[in-house]
């Protein structure tokens, strides 16, 4: 295994590109697997909130494995986080509404079934988004003295960790109410491809992690870190965002890249806490405030109107450039 590293390293400046096709492959193959899995018990919603943020979300808990072990500048992983959730909530939302539209609750009419179905998954989305602006501004509390520390941190792990109960029972009662039951086998297959890819994850970004930390480009240098991890770690969810939202899968787009962001905030944060205190700037406090906020839009057009109308589209992305000017010009 060590000689397809050390034969990339060998290619100099080929390096760095190559490590983030591994990465890019690693994640595509886990979201390939992890997309299997709605064939045999995890389903529409559920694979969103329950299984595929661990997929896009992974490498963000590798990255804060990986800072925790070579000491790198706490403020680093705050950064990661907001950037990856602020670019799900803005941008990897309002593209797929800007080009076909999101509709949660389909314009065609349904079976009474199905519209049953569809009125359920709206209601678990409108769940999954209070609970990401939830966690924004505990975080946003937890921080007003500019710091986060071990105590701060085992909240945050703690609140996660009961969030992700209530969707194991969720799932599990419906599966018995459709009398249906997790496949063995092919969920040991499916784990078994999710860890290589997460082998190869972890290899990717490690590299990639020191070569920025050493890096003397203009951009591309340790200063940076967070913003270009954040990029990074976010393609995964414009891969996921992209495809269900041409196939028209709304309810998916959403559940996943909010979802995305639980892994982010309160998960890694709070992990990363519990080893070393993160400092907190006040430019990364405005970035929670705008999680925030974009929680509360989402929810409203998820809760009221059942869809994310296209002019929207344009209003998020229009946010994400705001977010970026304001990070990194303003």
């Known amino acids: 295994m060590h000689d397809w590293i050390t034969n ?27 997309n299997a899995m709605t064939e045999y018990g995890f389903e529409g919603t559920a694979v969103g909130t329950l299984v595929m943020p661990y997929c896009s979300g992974l490498a963000n808990l590798i990255f804060v494995f990986v800072m925790g072990q070579r000491g790198g500048a706490s403020e680093e992983v705050l950064t990661n986080a907001i950037v990856n959730n602020a670019t799900n909530l803005t941008l990897l939302i309002g593209l797929p509404a800007l080009l076909w539209g999101m509709h949660v609750i389909p314009t065609k009419r349904a079976k009474k079934r199905e519209a049953d179905q569809h009125r359920l998954n709206r209601l678990s989305l409108a769940l999954t988004i209070i609970a990401a602006g939830f966690f924004a501004g505990v975080l946003w509390a937890l921080t007003r003295d500019g710091r986060v520390d071990f105590f701060e941190g085992l909240v945050l792990v703690g609140l996660f960790a009961f969030w992700q109960c209530l969707h194991v029972i969720e799932v599990l009662k419906h599966n018995v109410r459709n009398k249906r039951s997790l496949n063995p086998v092919r969920l040991l297959v499916d784990f078994a491809a999710v860890g290589v890819g997460a082998w190869a994850l972890y290899v990717s970004i490690d590299w990639l992690v020191a070569w920025l930390s050493t890096a003397k480009g203009s951009f591309f240098n340790a200063s940076n870190l967070g913003w270009l991890s954040g990029w990074l770690m976010v393609a995964p969810n414009a891969m996921l965002a992209l495809y269900y939202g041409w196939r028209g899968r709304a309810d998916i787009v959403y559940s996943s890249q909010v979802g995305d962001g639980h892994i982010c905030i309160p998960l890694g944060v709070g992990i990363y806490a519990l080893f070393a205190p993160i ?24 809760s009221v109107l059942g869809q994310m109308p296209r002019w929207m ?5 229009g946010a994400y450039g705001w977010f970026l000017y304001r990070g990194l010009i303003g």
């Open 8 to 34: 990339i390293e060998g290619t100099g400046m080929w390096a760095a590109p190559l490590f983030t096709i591994v990465f890019l492959v690693a994640s595509f193959l886990m979201i390939w697997r992890l």
């Open 279 to 302: 400092r907190v700037t006040a430019d990364l406090q405005d970035g929670l405030v705008l999680l925030a906020g974009a929680s509360v839009v989402h929810l409203l057009f998820v």
């Open 313 to 317: 589209g344009f209003v998020l992305i």
